[in-house]
């Protein structure tokens, strides 16, 4: 059976107008590969809020998240408590943004010196949790000035 030749050239045309359209995807892994951004980027800010800790009063804190970089630290401070220290970036989960606390001046029985901070976006309030030397503590922190 032999086809005109047009419908041969009409079929070729067609293949060689779909491989054009066609184009290699960017390989985001590879040498030159750009790095990813800032994680912190939608939380980035400075937060305040009241936070409660079963056996004391209600205090406030106040941290400023700026960086997940290393060594950049995210400084914190509790007023009430009267301590101060830095959130170290751990990482992003569905959970929330994980930090390390260290506490570099005025750690005690009320402050603790070192533990976990997460942070969950809930609109525009973040939901907070601190665990570490065997207390909790809880609040919502809002943006701040």
């Not at 086809?3 to 293949?15: D, K, N, W």
């Not at 060689?16 to 985001?28: I, R, V």
Request: net charge positive; glycine share 14%; hydrophobic share 35%.
């Amino acid at each position: 059976m032999r086809r005109p030749l047009s419908l041969v050239a009409a079929c070729l045309a067609a293949l060689a107008l779909a491989a054009c359209g066609e184009k290699e995807e960017p390989d985001f892994t590879g040498p030159g590969a750009q790095p990813p951004a800032n994680p912190l980027e939608p939380i980035a800010g400075t937060w305040s809020g009241t936070l409660e800790q079963r056996g004391i009063k209600p205090f406030t804190v106040r941290v400023t998240i700026a960086s997940a970089q290393k060594p950049a630290k995210n400084p914190v401070s509790y007023t009430g408590l009267s301590c101060a220290g830095t959130w170290d970036f751990q990482s992003r989960e569905e959970a929330g943004y994980h930090f390390r606390e260290v506490i570099s001046r005025g750690a005690g029985a009320k402050c603790k010196g070192v533990g976990d901070v997460t942070v969950t976006p809930r609109g525009n309030r973040l939901a907070y949790r601190f665990s570490g030397g065997g207390v909790t503590s809880s609040g919502v922190l809002s943006r701040s000035g």
